[in-house]
């Protein structure tokens, strides 16, 4: 359990801060949104769909401010450690959806542990935040499958989408999939915390669909349980930024 962990682990943090800079930041430069939303129109724009894992590290290295980082959308789970809270910017059109309970873990909010938070405006249910620090998670000693899944609005425009997430003794196993199959699904096991520390890591999506109004989805899920007995594996859920 994550209270065990706040007492009975010691933290190495990581040498490197987390990477947030999108992956491959230099395709399409110089060339505006109306001038990709024609060439796609015109058959003439390929998908993408891109990602990587940050390094593992203790907490995301900064304060994270949602609204700066997440400026067509974001969103935000656990705020206070209350399991059921769910917030994200108001006035979105297509949001990015909450998520679905993926395998049978025990659902868990946490409260602690990443030092530095999230802030928001412009929100709803709450209307704004400060270094909030909670987050979800499933906590298990299942061997691999438990997890999320949510979805993120996607269309012909490129976009970056950041996934705040943590680890706790487990492989994690990110695939992110387009509804209408214009790209091939991304996988992505790297973030990988062999022993009992609790580590958190940013992922870093590119994406464009081959066509308007399609979905991004994504499932975060525990690839391989390195503690199946004990303080078992856990896998946590922060947020999401597009």
Do not use: K
């Amino acid at each position: 359990m994550l209270l065990a962990a706040v007492f009975g682990w010691s933290c190495t943090l990581a040498s490197d801060p987390v990477d947030q800079t999108p992956v491959d930041a230099a395709a399409s430069v110089g060339e505006s949104d109306a001038a990709l939303e024609d060439r796609a129109d015109a058959g003439e724009l390929t998908a993408l769909l891109t990602g990587s894992a940050s390094a593992p590290q203790l907490g995301f290295g900064e304060p994270v401010d949602l609204s700066s980082a997440g400026p067509a959308d974001w969103a935000h789970w656990g705020l206070e450690g209350d399991l059921g809270a769910f917030n994200h910017r108001s006035g979105v059109a297509q949001p990015i959806s909450t998520f679905t309970q993926l395998g049978a873990a025990s659902l868990l909010a946490t409260n602690c542990c990443i030092e530095t938070g999230f802030s928001w405006s412009e929100g709803t249910p709450a209307a704004t935040a400060s270094n909030a620090i909670g987050g979800v998670y499933v906590d298990t000693a299942n061997a691999s499958g438990d997890g999320f899944r949510f979805s993120v609005p996607a269309g012909t425009t490129r976009e970056t989408i950041r996934i705040y997430t943590g680890n706790w003794c487990v492989r994690a196993r990110l695939e992110a999939t387009l509804s209408d199959g214009s790209a091939p699904p991304l996988v992505d096991t790297s973030f990988d915390v062999p022993t009992p520390v609790l580590q958190n890591s940013i992922y870093t999506i590119d994406v464009r669909a081959g066509s308007p109004d399609q979905t991004l989805l994504v499932d975060l899920t525990i690839d391989e349980n390195h503690c199946i007995e004990g303080d078992v594996g856990e896998l946590h859920l922060f947020a999401v930024v597009r």
